[in-house]
């Protein structure tokens, strides 16, 4: 016979276990439940939820504003990046595809974007509306200042 102490210890181990799994469970399934009744009640108030994206959307505007005075003010080093692309592109060296690499979008304007500015080669052609979500991210991300 094994003993009683160790054996209550072996049996709330596994229980922690198992207890660990179903609050885990429970976790995900509430979420799913969550994220299905924010769909419906979008659905159910479009007025009401167009409202708070126009909040969502004039909030980030702020922050966008910010970003591009931060921008103006210290970061000479994407200038250098953004002149590097525009001396190359003329020069023939580097071609400016007429499509975004990230949506594939065509027949707007394509700019080059620098996910690190310490690598001006690194080249990445969105459009405009692509790059202002890469800022966007790399803003919220905080990993980077971002950049043109
Ligand atoms: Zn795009
Ligand atoms: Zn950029």
Not at 77 to 84: F, G, L, N, Q, V
């Given at each position: 016979m094994s003993d009683p102490k160790e054996y209550a210890r072996n049996y709330y181990q596994k229980n922690k276990e198992k207890i660990k799994r179903r609050a885990l469970n429970y976790q995900k399934q509430n979420r799913e439940r969550t994220n299905a009744k924010n769909r419906k009640w979008r659905a159910d108030n479009p007025e009401r939820s167009a409202q708070i994206a126009r909040g969502v959307y004039e909030r980030r505007k702020d922050s966008l504003k910010e970003y591009r005075i931060d921008y103006k003010l210290q970061n000479w080093?994407?200038?250098?990046?953004?002149?590097?692309v525009a001396n190359r592109v003329r020069a023939g060296i580097l071609k400016k595809p007429d499509f975004c690499s990230r949506c594939g979008k065509t027949g707007c304007r394509i700019v080059a974007h620098h996910e690190d500015y310490s690598k001006p080669n690194d080249v990445v052609w969105v459009c405009c509306s692509c790059h202002k979500l890469l800022h966007?991210?790399?803003?919220?991300?905080?990993?980077?200042?971002?950049?043109?």
């Open positions: 080093e994407k200038m250098r990046c953004k002149s590097a966007l991210r790399l803003v919220e991300g905080k990993d980077h200042g971002g950049g043109f």
